[in-house]
């Protein structure tokens, strides 16, 4: 029986499903509020069911493209459903899919139960630059762009994204927003990076920091007087400035130290974790503000006193991953269990927990 691509991504958004994966001879695999389940009620995919959802999917350019990279991410929109980023790929000599639910309507930092403070002073940031970080499926991504709709809202910028692919269309409404779309409008990060000072903007996004020659052209261009924004993936703060860092060669440490001293504005880490009553996820946050502090401990190379700083640092905003599981569970949003296991350091949460517990 042919699969109705339509009505699959129909019911993938109506039963609160963030990812499904495809692949031959298996059931499809879905994440459901952060869980792995296969569906077993579910018959077997064969390899020719996998290629025809595939290439439903892909345009005949985009099609060709997978032939000849074996690799392929893409956007899909079902009109007044949602948005879907996609990724095609090879496994055992057949067709794999992944598709992630992309929401169509930009949410505000309130809404997505983010930190608003830290995040409405940073998006008042004229220049510099501002990570977000978490692993796969952190929310980093809607994040994001949730802060670029809080500037286009608040703010008149000229802002320009590259994304591969793009996920949240925006409009403009204070500022004036290009999206470029790697593979579709230019061949890469890189290639639009070069030239991408000489279309005037205010705020530059790259929806990932993937490789070095990104990453130099996100620091130069934070350098140069322009709000650079992006995404990284690495699991807190500290380790965010650490692999910006080591990505550069052993003998450039030094002077990358420097530069991010001069221009890092803020890092804002992200982890989902479950709620309480089992019927969605929390963001928990870290967020690390460029003060004197930070910026000293950048420039001398001790990253590893940054969590120190995160720690006694609530005046600007700043909190720890530990610090913010811990304020979810004394507001009754997460139990212990979720703290334990979400914690950067459980051996110090669980007497933090315990002390919690006496007061109650």
């Known amino acids: ?55 439903q999917l892909m345009s005949k350019e ?16 079902l009109a007044g459903v949602a948005r879907f980023r996609i990724n095609v790929y090879r496994q055992k000599g057949t067709l794999g ?72 269309y925006h409009t403009d409404h204070k500022s004036t927003i290009v999206q470029r779309e790697v593979g579709l409008d230019t061949r890469s990060f890189a290639h639009a990076l070069k030239h991408i000072l000489r279309q005037d903007p205010d705020v530059v996004v ?6 070095l020659e990104t990453m130099q052209a996100a620091i130069s261009a934070a350098e140069t007087g322009h709000l650079v924004l ?41 982890r989902l974790v479950l ?10 946050t870290e967020v690390l503000i460029g003060n004197s502090l930070v910026r000293r401990h950048l420039l001398e190379g001790k990253t590893t006193e940054l969590r120190k700083v995160l720690e006694d640092g609530a005046y600007y905003g700043m909190h720890t991953f530990d610090q913010d599981l811990l304020r979810l569970y004394g507001e009754g949003l997460i139990d212990e269990k979720v703290v334990l296991e979400e914690a950067s350091n459980p051996e110090d949460v669980a007497l933090r927990l315990k002390g919690l517990s006496g007061a109650t």
């Open 230 to 270: 992006s995404t990284v993936h690495t699991i807190d703060a500290t380790q965010t400035v650490d692999r910006v860092v080591d990505a550069h060669p052993q003998h450039q440490h030094s002077q990358v130290r420097q530069q991010l001293a001069n221009c890092l504005k803020g890092v804002v880490g992200q």
């Open 97 to 168: 899919l992944t598709l992630r639910v992309v929401p169509m309507k930009l949410r505000t930092f309130a809404e997505l139960k983010l930190p608003v403070d830290p995040l409405t002073k940073l998006g008042a940031e004229s220049r510099g630059l501002i990570l977000f970080s978490g692993i796969t499926g952190a929310g980093k991504t809607t994040t994001l762009n949730s802060f670029l709709h809080f500037i286009n809202e608040n703010h008149q910028r000229r802002i320009i994204t590259i994304e591969d692919p793009i996920e949240f």
């Open 62 to 77: 985009q099609a060709a493209e997978f032939e000849r990279e074996m690799e392929l991410d893409l956007a899909y929109s």
């Open 206 to 211: 790259i929806g990932e920091m993937r490789d």
């Open 1 to 55: 029986m042919p699969i109705d691509i339509t009505k699959l991504l129909s019911k993938m958004v109506e039963h609160d499903i963030s990812d499904i994966h495809f692949k031959a001879d298996s059931a499809p695999a879905l994440r459901v509020r952060g869980a792995m389940i296969l569906a077993t009620n579910l018959p077997a995919l064969t390899a020719d069911d996998v290629k025809t959802v595939a290439y």
């Open 275 to 284: 709620a309480k009553d089992g019927k969605g996820r929390l963001p928990a």
